[in-house]
C-alpha cells in the first residue's frame, strides 16, 4: 500500500514562506507524476503544482511565480515551496501521486496565512 506522508504546515504570515514535503513509501519514479493540490473551506481541491516522472513541472496560475515544486530522488520525497504566501493560499494542501490506474492522496496538511 502506498502512503505518502506530507509535513511542514502551519500558520504564516502574509508574505512569509513555508516548505511542505511529501515523502513516499515507494519510488517517486513508480509515478507518473506526483503534485500538490489544496483545498480551501467551501471550494473544490484544486490544483496547484505537478511534476512529471519525466521532470516537467505545471503550476497553477495562481501560484506561478511564487511556488516552487522539487523532487529529492534519494529520499522519494517531493516538496512545495511557497513564497510571497497570502491568505488565499489558506487551505489543506494535499500530496497526489498518480499511477495510470490508480491515485493517492496524503492525509493533507493545513496552511494558513494570517497577520
Known amino acids: 500500500q502506498v502512503q505518502l506522508v506530507e509535513s511542514g504546515g502551519g500558520l504564516v504570515q502574509p508574505g512569509g514562506s513555508l516548505r511542505l514535503s511529501c515523502a513516499a513509501s515507494e519510488s517517486i519514479f513508480s509515478f507518473n507524476a506526483m503534485g500538490w493540490y489544496r483545498q480551501a473551506p467551501g471550494k473544490q481541491r484544486e490544483s496547484v503544482a505537478g511534476?512529471?516522472?519525466?521532470?516537467?513541472?505545471n503550476y497553477a496560475d495562481s501560484v506561478k511565480g511564487r511556488f516552487t515544486i522539487s523532487r529529492d530522488i534519494a529520499k522519494n520525497t517531493v516538496y512545495l515551496q511557497m513564497n510571497a504566501m497570502e491568505p488565499e493560499d489558506t487551505a489543506v494542501y494535499y500530496c497526489n501521486a498518480r499511477r495510470t490506474t490508480f491515485s493517492y492522496w496524503g492525509q493533507g496538511t493545513q496552511v494558513t496565512v494570517s497577520p
Open positions: 511534476i512529471t516522472v519525466g521532470g516537467n513541472i
